[in-house]
């Protein structure tokens, strides 16, 4: 593993799973760009990632994401969160949706299936929504 020894398994999962779904989502529109990337990268700090194992866990990410099948593999270890690590991932999905100043009925729909996944009530998956859709456009 390319982690630090002291960094629990629970922990790696999670931000590798997590950069996989954010990868999913970015890609669910055929269209995986730079920016999008870079949202990624962003978010993968914001949740505690070293700044120098970034690459690596995108690349691990990309690997899982590319052979899974559904986005269960993705947030089994995301549902379990504090809702505020949550509200930071679903704050980046909808960030990588509208960094294209559009979203399309794939993403929408993936959005609406996260919601009931990830245990986010159906009110606060549109505020944040509505928050980004407002700062991209």
Known sequence: MFFKKDLPVTEINFLVRTCALLIYAAKIDENYTESEEEIIKKTLLELGADNKDISKIIQEAKTIEENSN???DFTKE???????????????LWSIIYSNNDADIYETN????????????????GDIKDRIKKEKL
């Open 110 to 125: 993936l959005m609406r299936r996260l919601a009931g996944l990830l245990y986010i009530d159906s009110s606060t998956m």
């Open 78 to 92: 995301v549902k379990n969160l504090p809702e505020a690590d949550k509200i930071k991932i679903i704050e980046a």
């Open 70 to 72: 559904q986005i269960l």
